[in-house]
């Protein structure tokens, strides 16, 4: 059986179903026990796949049925177990989920025209969808959850491959690095909160807090939406910006105040329970050719200080970088290409280019001078960069890739298991496929030897 369960990822997490059509002239094209999938719904996930740039296939209509099959069958089986997911999980979903089609359509406007309806009209029709996507996810991970691989069947897995079949590894590198921001004075971010604190002011007097959301914040992921940042809880958001969330009423509009991101303020919409619905206006502080200068300075001093051993790369790391991932992990970055678990090897081709540039002509062990960089947020800042290790081009061998051949071997283990509860469930499942499809060979281990 193809792998074809993973249903989290790939076309469906990008675009969901949008159901405009009227049902009533609609084709069914599968019935699954009491579900049905729909021509609109199987065409429109396809509108959505050539949107992602790809190139005209038929045949890719035979894949997308295949993934909403595989729902419909999740579902099917977890409304018989009881797995649901609560309300507020479908609706952060939502928000989600459109606060980045907004951010790759360009904005609410063109996504909009893209979708020829309105946002909320097209988070309407998807939250079914949404939910449905949910729970066939959580029923496959219940149907997982106890999958694991002893230290033997890894040794198993690796001898079953031939000497000749054995996977290339490319350049892999060991890279720890001590991230660094320069802190703007008090009258440095004065200005800045100013600024907000007159587009407060207009919005008490009454000026329409979405459309300056809009035109004045400097969040991409939300102004286009007027700030709207759909449902969270107390652990989504940072602590500052959750204790006003969850202190104003709805309707209320909060101070000026700062968080890592910048100054803000925001607006609750609406309280339900344990989750708040808020929209907020960002102006991020600008650095200045002085704040560069100091952190330079500063950056220059730790580098000494390692170089000079009073300070080990570790202890630095913790102390200095605003990398939260890696502070924490003695500066080590950390990688995962969604197959192998995170691991501190990062292969060439993974490394952002400029970190490459300076490590491409360093020794292993040693650590780089203070270099200025500008992250994919637009901050600029300076890091300091260790060369732990360079691992060769090399055949895959068990010494020194454990662990990918341990998270493969148990991703077979896991498709093995999943195939398993596939093919009991599809033969005692009423399974129909309109003719149209009949080609699809994917298809056919749908409807061999299924309950009729």
């Known amino acids: 059986?193809?792998?074809?369960?993973?249903?989290?990822?790939?076309?469906?997490?990008?675009?969901?179903?949008?159901?405009?059509?009227?049902?009533?002239?609609d084709k069914v094209v599968s019935v699954l026990g009491n579900n049905i999938i729909l021509a609109s719904e199987l065409n429109q996930q396809y509108v959505m796949y050539l949107n992602q740039g790809n190139p005209p296939d038929e045949k890719v209509k035979c894949y997308i049925l295949q993934q909403m099959l595989v729902q419909k069958l999740l579902k099917q089986q977890a409304e018989?177990?009881?797995?649901?997911?609560?309300?507020?999980?479908?609706?952060?979903?939502?928000?989600?989920?459109?606060?980045?089609?907004?951010?790759?359509?360009?904005?609410?406007?063109?996504?909009?025209?893209?979708?020829?309806?309105?946002?909320?009209?097209?988070?309407?029709?998807?939250?079914?969808?949404?939910?449905?996507?949910?729970?066939?996810?959580?029923?496959?991970?219940?149907i997982t959850e106890n999958v694991y691989v002893t230290p033997i069947e890894v040794k198993k897995y690796f001898e079953s491959y031939s000497k000749d079949s054995l996977p290339d590894i490319n350049t892999e590198y060991e890279i720890g690095e001590i991230v660094?921001?320069?802190?703007?004075?008090?009258?440095?971010?004065?200005?800045y909160y100013d600024k907000l604190d007159a587009i407060r002011l207009r919005v008490k007097s009454g000026e329409d807090f979405g459309f300056l959301a809009?035109?004045?914040?400097?969040?991409?992921?939300?102004?286009?939406?007027?700030?709207?940042?759909?449902?969270?809880?107390?652990?989504?958001?940072?602590?500052?910006?959750?204790a006003w969330a969850f202190k104003l009423k709805a309707g209320e509009?909060?101070?000026?105040?700062?968080?890592?991101?910048?100054?803000?303020?925001?607006?609750?919409?609406?309280?339900?329970?344990?989750?708040?619905?808020?929209?907020?206006?960002?102006?991020?502080?600008?650095?200045?050719?002085?704040?560069?200068?100091?952190?330079?300075?500063?950056?220059?001093?730790?580098?000494?200080?390692?170089?000079?051993?009073?300070?080990?790369?570790?202890?630095?790391?913790?102390?200095?970088?605003?990398?939260?991932?890696?502070?924490?992990?003695?500066?080590?970055?950390?990688?995962?290409?969604?197959?192998?678990?995170r691991t501190t090897y990062i292969p060439a081709d993974k490394i952002e280019p400029g970190d490459f540039l300076v490590i491409d002509t360093m020794k292993v062990g040693s650590v780089s001078r203070p270099v200025p960089?500008?992250?994919?947020?637009?901050?600029?800042?300076?890091k300091i960069i260790l060369l732990k290790s360079k691992i060769p081009p090399h055949k895959g061998n068990l010494e020194q890739d454990y662990a990918k051949f341990k998270e493969r071997a148990q991703e077979e283990k896991m498709d093995k298991v999943l195939s398993e509860w596939f093919e009991k469930r599809r033969e005692n499942t009423y399974i129909k496929i309109d003719d149209e499809f009949t080609d699809c060979s994917d298809l056919k281990i749908w409807t061999k030897g299924a309950a009729k």
Not at 106 to 114: A, K
Not at 310 to 330: H, M, Q, R, V, W
């Open 180 to 191: 660094m921001h320069p802190e703007l004075t008090k009258a440095e971010k004065q200005r």
């Open 80 to 142: 018989i177990d009881s797995v649901y997911v609560e309300d507020d999980q479908v609706d952060n979903e939502v928000d989600r989920r459109m606060r980045y089609q907004i951010q790759r359509a360009g904005g609410q406007d063109r996504l909009e025209t893209f979708l020829n309806r309105s946002v909320l009209q097209y988070k309407d029709e998807i939250r079914p969808d949404v939910r449905d996507q949910l729970i066939a996810n959580k029923m496959q991970g219940k």
């Open 253 to 341: 509009v909060s101070p000026v105040f700062e968080t890592e991101f910048g100054y803000h303020i925001l607006q609750v919409i609406e309280r339900r329970g344990e989750q708040v619905h808020a929209r907020h206006i960002l102006v991020r502080p600008q650095t200045t050719p002085q704040s560069m200068e100091r952190l330079k300075l500063h950056a220059d001093s730790i580098y000494k200080n390692i170089t000079d051993k009073k300070l080990p790369f570790s202890t630095a790391a913790s102390l200095y970088s605003s990398d939260k991932e890696s502070k924490y992990n003695g500066g080590m970055k950390l990688f995962s290409d969604n197959v192998t678990a």
């Open 214 to 242: 809009k035109t004045y914040s400097e969040d991409p992921g939300s102004a286009a939406d007027g700030g709207d940042l759909g449902f969270f809880d107390r652990t989504v958001m940072a602590k500052e910006f959750t």
């Open 373 to 382: 960089f500008t992250g994919q947020d637009g901050k600029e800042g300076y």
């Open 1 to 25: 059986m193809k792998k074809f369960l993973f249903i989290a990822g790939g076309l469906i997490c990008l675009f969901l179903n949008v159901q405009a059509q009227k049902k009533n002239i």
